[in-house]
């Protein structure tokens, strides 16, 4: 069924394509919450995605030394020997709030919107009475993902049919669902 490195969960992990510009876009955001190390930001971006992705040194600082080239952060001043915090200037905050204003426009303009990765901040910022929709969701792309795998070593038109019927018809489901809480 699957070769040791063919399994979702280790393709998620190892993500070589993360969505252009998504690093600079979480950067930017977690600086805007606090002043934080390169190390701190790495860290931190490996919890709010549970453990599937940890950026590289060699992307995180490259991109911290260009924030701070254009003005978007500053150096705090050493609070501990070694240890450089970043924070967003004014023009960083702005240029932050741009990049939220182009996502809104392309899910307005496009009509769809995906949460970057799975286990990511997108989820935790719902309240922890959702963790069951949140787990089923999971579920769903997980069994998509093996799903498909299995059809490219062995088609069946027959499957295909069925698992798209089965999605057809929770995706309306919930579409309902959010049309009647859009209209409370």
């Known amino acids: 069924m699957f070769g040791p490195h063919a399994h979702p969960s280790h393709w998620m992990r190892h993500m070589a394509a993360v969505p252009k ?55 705090l001043k050493q609070q ?12 960083g905050k ?14 307005e303009k496009t009509g769809f919107f995906a949460p970057p990765f799975i286990g990511s901040r997108w989820f935790d910022q719902h309240p922890k009475n959702c963790q069951g929709l949140i787990e089923a969701g999971k579920k769903i792309v997980k069994s998509s ?5 299995n059809l490219r070593q062995e088609y069946s038109e027959a499957a295909v049919a069925q698992a798209t019927e089965i999605l057809d ?16």
């Open 21 to 75: 510009g998504f690093l600079r876009y979480y950067v930017l955001r977690l600086l805007n919450e606090k002043p934080m190390s390169g190390s701190e930001i790495m860290s931190k971006i490996e919890k709010r995605t549970g453990g599937h992705w940890k950026p590289s040194p060699g992307s995180i600082y490259p991109l911290l030394a260009w924030l701070q080239q254009k003005g978007y952060s500053t150096e």
């Open 80 to 91: 501990e020997p070694g240890v450089k915090r970043y924070t967003l200037t004014e023009q």
């Open 94 to 107: 702005n240029f932050l709030q741009e990049h939220v204003k182009r996502k809104k426009e392309l899910r």
């Open 145 to 149: 993902w093996i799903l498909l795998d």
């Open 169 to 184: 018809v929770a995706a309306r489901k919930i579409e309902k669902i959010t049309e009647n809480l859009e209209g409370e």
